[in-house]
């Protein structure tokens, strides 16, 4: 078994030191601001859920940096690892509308309707 076949807590941060990429990157302080986008995306997505305020710009910044630092396939499992499963409604659209996902991926999660039609007006 490889050490990253499957991530946990134990393994996350070396995972995400492996896959980091920043050429303009000047400390290692970078490194844990963007590790804490995941903590952002987050917290949107709980504030999301409980109030019904959708920050969809705020969200579409947060995970285009992740996928531009870590890769598309990398960022993926990193989400999947820190996102629980009940906020996938929420991140589906956003991953499809950046095209880091194709249309048959994660075919088993149910989009939100009102993030699609927020990111239709975009």
């Known amino acids: 078994m490889e050490l990253f076949d499957q991530l946990s807590d134990d ?6 030191a492996k896959h980091y990429y920043k050429p303009t ?3 290692v ?3 844990y601001d963007d590790l804490k ?3 952002y995306v987050k917290r949107q997505l709980h504030r999301y859920v409980n109030t019904g305020e959708l920050s969809e710009r705020l969200l579409l910044n947060h995970f285009i940096v992740i996928f531009n630092v870590y890769g598309i396939e990398p960022a993926l499992k990193m989400l999947e690892f820190k996102i629980n ?5 929420i991140i589906k659209p956003f991953l499809l509308f950046l095209k880091y ?3 048959d991926q994660y075919l088993e999660v149910k989009m939100d309707q009102y993030v699609i039609d927020k990111l239709r007006k975009i």
């Open 11 to 16: 393994n996350f941060l070396l995972y995400a």
């Open 25 to 27: 990157a000047v400390d």
């Open 29 to 31: 302080e970078e490194f």
């Open 37 to 39: 986008r995941f903590t």
């Open 85 to 89: 499963e009940q906020y996938w409604p």
């Open 101 to 103: 996902i194709r249309n």
